[in-house]
């Protein structure tokens, strides 16, 4: 389709580390393309998982129309952080790379309409996007609730001294729902980056939220009214989501799911870079055999997928393997979530509530069980909660907690209360019907989309 008369656009674009941020990127760029823009794709080198650069591979093989350049990461000089997350570390080495961008982006033919940075790079990119006068878009890779604490954050005094973080034009948001290292007094990577990027982000073009009006409203309206900074002006905010899931080829054969039911299993992961202790993992375990449900169910010792080598039976013990393998199907840290949700099987998702994981629940219309374990995922389930299509036991804590077990009698009591609760699975249908309208023809998220598009052509 398209004006022949009409110039395309040329975006370029630059994701961050981890499957959480990529993610949300491959669908934008999937999106973009059949849009007939012209995309480059920007890959930072190496990615921190294996999980990314199979994504990367399939995303290139998928659209050979998209132009691929690398970023080749520069080593640090300082590893003393090299302690901390690997993923936040990754953020850092992409960060303190930012400056061999300016002769790529500068050698791009056609010139650049836009670049679009993930939300961890704004601060070391808009100076050199300036620099060159390309217009610079932010992603921010999770809800607008979370982008008003990101732009905000840096003018709050002392976060830690009350019992609610309040930011002007929101619901003031309880100190027990804030990413943890941001309240600590040290400085470390996911606090650095935050602040400096929240900071700069008012100086970008515009801010992508992979979101839409229904479930995010309150939060949308306040940073496009300007209210979250107090009256000082705020880029553009556009919610562009739920970005539709991308389908690569079938990747894993799921036969075990085929077998089962429609509606009737469980399926329970923490995403791509949690891990759960040891003891909290046969705790769940037993939680998920008492519970009398059928299960599948992702596990994960290391955060790093190339790192996981412990075998299953040894995570969790021959005891209980043995239980297992009677009601569910256990998977070492990768199954194709997007083939699995999708699944008629499938009838309950038990989640760390991952912006993406949420995304794409909501998106198949599937009602959640929500046990954040660190970051954003707090805000996330308070959202989910909200819209009535899931169920947040909030005296679990942060699943991250190393010293908080939940009992697996708990869990599987939880279990069965979620799982016969008719409401949410109701409430998840007409929800799901609503991401999908925010997205297709009309839709908020689709027109948003367009003017932008159409804002490139110009
Ligand atoms: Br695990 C897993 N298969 O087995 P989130 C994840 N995913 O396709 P996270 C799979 O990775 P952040 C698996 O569908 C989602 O798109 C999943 O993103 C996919 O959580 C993505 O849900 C994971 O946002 O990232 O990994 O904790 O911390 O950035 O939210």
Redesign the pocket.
Known sequence: SGNDLEPTPHIALLPSA????L??FIRLVALLTSNNVKVTFITPHPTVSI?ESEGFSQLFSTFPQITRMQLHLLPLEDSSSKSEDP?YYHFELIRRSSHLLSPLLASLSPPLSALVTDMSLTSTVIPITDALQIPNYIFF??SAKMLSLFISFHTLVDPKAKDFVEISGIEPIPRSWIPPPLLEDTNNLMKIYFTESGKKMKESSGILVNTYESIDGESLAALNKGLVLKGLPLPPVIAIGPLP?FKFEKSQPLAWLDDQQAESVLYV??????TISREQIRELGHGLVRSGKRFLW?I?DKKVDQEDEVELVDLIGHGLMGKVKERGMV?K??????E??SHPAVGWFL????????T?ALWHGVPMLLWP?????KINADLVERIGVGMWVKNWGWGGDPIVVVKGKEIAETVVKMTGNEFLRERSAQVRDEARMAVGEGGSSHERLNDLIDSWKS
Do not use: A, Y
């Not at 840290?333 to 997007?338: D, I, M």
């Open positions: 981890g499957m959480g941020h993610t949300p999980s993923f890779t999770s899931p992961s923490f995403g791509s870079r949690t992702v994960k998977v840290n990768w199954l194709n979530q997007e699995v949700l989640s760390h509530c991952g912006w993406n994981s949420i794409e374990q660190h970051g954003d995922q």
